[in-house]
């Protein structure tokens, strides 16, 4: 592993140390962390991964694997000698709005369900028949959509009766794979709140959607956020408490500084994600967004965008690019670009149309692999805008977007699009594994809040260029428009 700024090496690591652990769409994750939030260098460990997926909207992933996988990384990164028993924690952040059937001994009865499976479209029509989902997501700060559990509970019992009968709980991914490690399935306020089931307001299961999804709360684990000493089988973590899951999504907004009202972050991994930190619920809460607690005080505001990174590699993998894409990205707009709706899997926020997929328009015989790539690339920005202008209204205080992520690390000339779409500047938070990072600063809060923490790695400031701000008006018009005819048709 190649040496940078944000590493610090063992002999120098200030104490305490933690494990930070994550769970990503392509991979599991994790390292050593000492106490100002640093990587220790050496001691971090990778084990890729892909969900398996299908035309009829499957995106599962098999829970034994990624148990395995995170053994593999506890093996990695614990077994230096010098560690001794100096880590204090082991914290864990998984890709939200997983679910596993689970029997009485633990056992999967299913694959991991995840949050881009869905097959539970019908499901989510009939529910928005049966219910009211402006107060629905009042109450519990999420739509009624593919992602989330009620939908999915009532396609399972419909598709696999057999299997909801033997269920006797419903954990989501690092549920399981805690369950499986330390005997304890710890959820945090915020795993247990990407279920769709948590009142935002209360920190208690919605009843109603309870009732509708044929669940009983006795099923889910209750939210906690302290951790708990626990034993398991690695000699470095013996004296180690271990911290309730936590979603990747609230782990990259600390991560990449964005710890208040102030500073938006713009999430660019294989998904992404616009989200605030706040001081309490938002209300009310604009109908294209959601609002997840994430502790007993604070909550996340935002919408989550499917297809960020997985369109990218879908258009490496299937057009003919040229090997260098810089050039592409920082040419300026044109009319000729086609106009693409990046909906591989479905779109959430702002529309929340799980059925949703891919347009492609403006295309010609003049087109090449490169302008569809910009399309591309320009359609994901308009996807990101389309989520802040919900978002403004409720989050005024907003004074930076700092975009994080492989995509913006991979591609970073991306953020100027980004920033002239949007008509407002935009830093590049270059912190690889900032998701990581925020996994470690939160269990860091608690093991050691005193010690200060080293700043966040930050590159260039996209500043948005007039010119295009006016272009990039122009298509957003276009692209509500085909939004409108193709996909909410």
């Given at each position: 592993?190649?040496?940078?700024?944000?590493?610090?090496?063992?002999?120098?690591?200030?104490?305490p140390l933690v494990v930070a652990l994550?769970?990503?769409?392509?991979?599991?994750?994790?390292?050593?962390?000492?106490?100002?939030?640093?990587?220790?260098?050496?001691?971090?460990?990778?084990?890729?991964?892909?969900?398996?997926?299908?035309?009829?909207?499957?995106?599962?992933?098999?829970?034994?694997?990624?148990?395995?996988?995170?053994?593999?990384?506890?093996?990695?990164?614990?077994?230096?000698?010098?560690?001794?028993?100096?880590?204090?924690?082991?914290?864990?952040?998984?890709?939200?709005?997983?679910?596993?059937?689970?029997?009485?001994?633990?056992?999967?009865?299913?694959?991991?369900?995840?949050?881009?499976?869905?097959?539970?479209?019908?499901?989510?029509?009939?529910?928005?028949?049966?219910?009211?989902?402006?107060?629905?997501?009042?109450?519990?700060?999420?739509?009624?959509?593919?992602?989330?559990?009620?939908?999915?509970?009532?396609?399972?019992?419909?598709?696999?009766?057999?299997?909801?009968?033997?269920?006797?709980?419903?954990?989501?991914?690092?549920?399981?794979?805690?369950?499986?490690?330390?005997?304890?399935?710890?959820?945090?306020?915020?795993?247990?709140?990407?279920?769709?089931?948590?009142?935002?307001?209360?920190?208690?299961y919605d009843a109603e959607l309870l009732?509708?999804?044929?669940?009983?709360?006795?099923?889910?684990?209750?939210?906690?956020?302290?951790?708990?000493?626990?034993?398991?089988?690695?000699?470095?973590?013996?004296?180690?408490?271990?911290?309730?899951?936590?979603?990747?999504?609230?782990?990259?907004?600390?991560?990449?500084?964005?710890?208040?009202?102030?500073?938006?972050?713009?999430?660019?991994?294989?998904?992404?994600?616009?989200?605030?930190?706040?001081?309490?619920?938002?209300?009310?809460?604009?109908?294209?967004?959601?609002?997840?607690?994430?502790?007993?005080?604070?909550?996340?505001?935002?919408?989550?965008?499917?297809?960020?990174?997985?369109?990218?590699?879908?258009?490496?993998?299937?057009?003919?690019?040229?090997?260098?894409?810089?050039?592409?990205?920082?040419?300026?707009?044109?009319?000729?670009?086609?106009?693409?709706?990046?909906?591989?899997?479905?779109?959430?926020?702002p529309g929340w149309v799980g059925s949703?997929?891919?347009?492609?328009?403006?295309?010609?015989?003049?087109?090449?692999?490169?302008?569809?790539?910009?399309?591309?690339?320009?359609?994901?920005?308009?996807?990101?805008?389309?989520?802040?202008?919900?978002?403004?209204?409720?989050?005024?205080?907003?004074?930076?977007?700092?975009?994080?992520?492989?995509?913006?690390?991979?591609?970073?000339?991306?953020?100027?699009?980004?920033?002239?779409?949007?008509?407002?500047?935009?830093?590049?938070?270059?912190?690889?594994?900032?998701?990581?990072?925020?996994?470690?600063?939160?269990?860091?809060?608690?093991?050691?809040?005193?010690?200060?923490?080293?700043?966040?790695?930050?590159?260039?400031?996209?500043?948005?260029?007039?010119?295009?701000?006016?272009?990039?008006?122009?298509?957003?018009?276009?692209?509500?428009?085909?939004?409108?005819?193709?996909?909410?048709?």
């Amino acid at each position: 592993m190649t040496r940078n700024d944000d590493d610090v090496a063992l002999e120098a690591a200030l104490e305490p140390l933690v494990v930070a652990l994550d769970i990503g769409s392509t991979a599991t994750r994790g390292g050593v962390h000492d106490a100002s939030g640093r990587r220790v260098h050496g001691l971090q460990h990778k084990v890729p991964h892909a969900f398996t997926v299908a035309p009829d909207g499957t995106s599962v992933i098999d829970p034994d694997q990624v148990t395995a996988e995170v053994e593999q990384v506890l093996d990695a990164v614990t077994g230096d000698p010098r560690l001794g028993t100096r880590i204090a924690g082991v914290a864990m952040d998984t890709f939200a709005a997983s679910l596993i059937a689970v029997d009485a001994a633990g056992r999967a009865l299913t694959p991991c369900l995840t949050y881009a499976d869905s097959r539970s479209a019908a499901e989510v029509a009939a529910l928005r028949e049966e219910l009211d989902e402006h107060a629905v997501q009042q109450r519990t700060g999420t739509r009624l959509h593919t992602s989330y559990h009620a939908p999915r509970l009532r396609w399972l019992a419909k598709t696999q009766p057999r299997v909801v009968a033997a269920a006797t709980s419903w954990w989501s991914l690092g549920e399981y794979v805690w369950a499986r490690l330390i005997g304890q399935p710890l959820a945090g306020t915020s795993t247990v709140a990407w279920t769709g089931l948590l009142d935002r307001h209360t920190g208690a299961y919605d009843a109603e959607l309870l009732t509708a999804s044929g669940a009983g709360a006795a099923q889910f684990s209750p939210p906690r956020d302290e951790p708990l000493a626990a034993s398991s089988r690695w000699p470095a973590l013996a004296r180690a408490v271990w911290f309730p899951v936590i979603t990747d999504g609230f782990a990259s907004n600390i991560g990449s500084g964005a710890a208040d009202a102030t500073v938006l972050t713009a999430a660019t991994a294989t998904s992404g994600a616009l989200r605030v930190l706040l001081d309490g619920p938002a209300d009310p809460l604009p109908f294209g967004l959601w609002n997840y607690r994430v502790d007993a005080r604070r909550t996340l505001l935002g919408g989550a965008i499917n297809d960020v990174g997985r369109a990218i590699s879908w258009a490496e993998a299937t057009l003919r690019l040229s090997p260098t894409l810089g050039p592409v990205l920082t040419a300026p707009p044109s009319d000729a670009t086609p106009l693409v709706l990046p909906y591989l899997t479905g779109e959430r926020a702002p529309g929340w149309v799980g059925s949703a997929r891919a347009v492609f328009t403006g295309v010609s015989a003049a087109t090449d692999p490169d302008s569809l790539f910009r399309g591309i690339i320009e359609g994901m920005a308009m996807t990101y805008a389309r989520v802040a202008g919900e978002l403004s209204p409720a989050a005024p205080g907003i004074l930076e977007v700092a975009a994080a992520g492989r995509v913006s690390n991979d591609q970073p000339e991306w953020l100027q699009v980004l920033a002239d779409v949007l008509g407002r500047p935009v830093k590049h938070v270059t912190r690889r594994r900032a998701t990581q990072r925020g996994t470690a600063l939160l269990a860091l809060d608690v093991l050691a809040p005193d010690v200060p923490r080293a700043p966040r790695a930050v590159g260039a400031t996209y500043e948005p260029q007039p010119a295009h701000i006016e272009h990039y008006s122009s298509r957003r018009e276009q692209f509500a428009k085909v939004y409108d005819a193709l996909v909410l048709s």
